[in-house]
């Protein structure tokens, strides 16, 4: 018996062989990226004990100005809710997680490595909703890019 991970390696190598012979580029994945490529934030794709360490850094480095309820404030977004959700409707965890990493806190921008941020990202996703699962999410930013944020 063929086992899953075996026949969507057959037929990613079928498709880029019929690709490659139309003259088309070909950027084959392995089965874990095609795994990977199907993960949605209601796939539980953080666990519980990661959004809890996200909770700890984010009141440590973000309520100050986006408050403790994720609300937001005069000076910074809400980071729960519609508006949250509107705005990085389409985009990646990765996204996400590198503008976490990249321009906050304001007042200590860069101080935020990538595993800090996606534990908050692992918070905000509790907070928004997306149920938690059995594994981490990873602070591999190759794999952040699969998961898309999308409205529920």
């Known amino acids: 018996m063929t086992s899953i991970a075996n026949k969507k390696t057959l037929l990613a190598a079928t498709i880029a062989a019929a690709c490659a012979a139309y003259g088309y580029p070909v950027s084959p994945l392995s089965a874990a990226q095609a795994d990977a490529k199907a993960a949605t934030l209601s796939d539980g794709v953080y666990n519980a004990d990661q959004a809890k ?10 309520s100050s100005c986006h408050q403790g309820d994720l609300s937001g404030s005069d000076q910074a977004p809400g980071l729960a809710g519609g508006d949250f959700l509107d705005r990085w409707d389409g985009q990646s965890v990765a996204d996400l997680a590198d503008r976490i990493r990249t321009s906050m806190p304001a007042d200590d921008v860069g101080s ?3 595993p800090m941020s996606v534990d908050i990202v692992a918070f905000m996703l509790q907070a928004n909703g997306f149920p938690a699962g059995a594994e981490e999410l990873k602070a591999d930013r190759a794999a952040l890019r699969t998961v898309m944020i999308k409205k529920k």
């Open 53 to 62: 360490r996200g909770q700890a850094k984010y009141a440590q480095v973000c």
């Open 112 to 114: 935020l490595n990538t």
